[in-house]
């Protein structure tokens, strides 16, 4: 069976320094890839995506990138976090049915001090 | 512009009261469906989805939900909620590589 796992699940992190999460996924290749940012009372908003190696697509301009270096591995960085970069992070995956059905992981949960 | 909107933020029901939880979408075409329910600092897990066919879907702990496309609407229902029930559920739409669009999500409480 398929499983996706993110880590840290908690990170506490000073404004200015850098970030990365990763997620990774098992039992599936060729997966699309994903990452999610929850606001409290804003829903899921969608930052990355990603179809294959190498290709990320960004939905929106921001203080984050997104790298997808082999095919289950999916990684979201930042060089300087800024305080409204916290908040809880999703990584998810969707299979090739095309159906748009995604699975997602336990989240990380970002705090900038 | 696609878009998903779930009208409540807030739904108070009484432990084995009957639950409805309300989603609009806006899409040129028939988009697929979904609910999602998420507990305090855990992941999404899927309740049931919507592709095609028969409008009535029914999805897991005793979910189901209704398409409607005269009212652009996939409401989600249950008969009588337990006090697991509690949590924040999502209505989404797509069907692409491009991810899935959430609605802002509806926070359930259920009172004893």
């Known amino acids: 069976s398929q499983t996706i796992h993110q880590w840290p699940a908690t990170l506490v992190q000073p404004v200015g320094s850098p970030l990365s999460l990763e997620c990774t996924v098992e039992g599936t290749s060729n997966p699309n890839l994903y990452w999610y940012r929850q606001a409290a009372g804003r829903g899921l908003q969608l930052l990355f995506y990603?179809?294959?190696?190498?290709?990320i697509s960004s939905e929106v301009p921001q203080n984050l990138s997104a790298s997808r270096p082999q095919d289950r591995q999916f990684i979201l960085s930042s060089k300087k976090l800024l305080l409204s970069d916290s908040g809880f992070y999703l990584c998810?995956?969707?299979?090739?049915?095309?159906?748009?059905?995604?699975?997602f992981g336990e989240g990380s949960r970002l705090t900038v001090l | 512009a696609q878009s998903v909107t779930q009208p409540d933020i807030h739904i108070t029901v009484s432990e084995g009261a009957s639950l409805e939880l309300r989603c609009n979408y806006s899409y040129g075409a028939t988009p697929y469906l979904f609910w999602y329910v998420q507990s305090p600092g855990q992941g999404l897990q899927l309740l049931l989805k919507y592709f095609s066919g028969d409008t009535l879907v029914q999805g897991i702990k005793g979910f189901e939900a209704e398409f409607k496309r005269s009212q652009s609407s996939f409401n989600l229902r249950k008969p009588s909620v337990h006090w697991s029930d509690a949590a924040e559920y999502f209505c989404a739409g797509g069907g692409g590589a491009d991810g899935l669009t959430f609605g802002k999500g509806t926070h359930l409480i259920i009172q004893p």
């Open positions: 990603s179809v294959g190696i190498g290709q």
């Open positions: 998810a995956w969707s299979g090739g049915t095309n159906t748009g059905e995604l699975f």
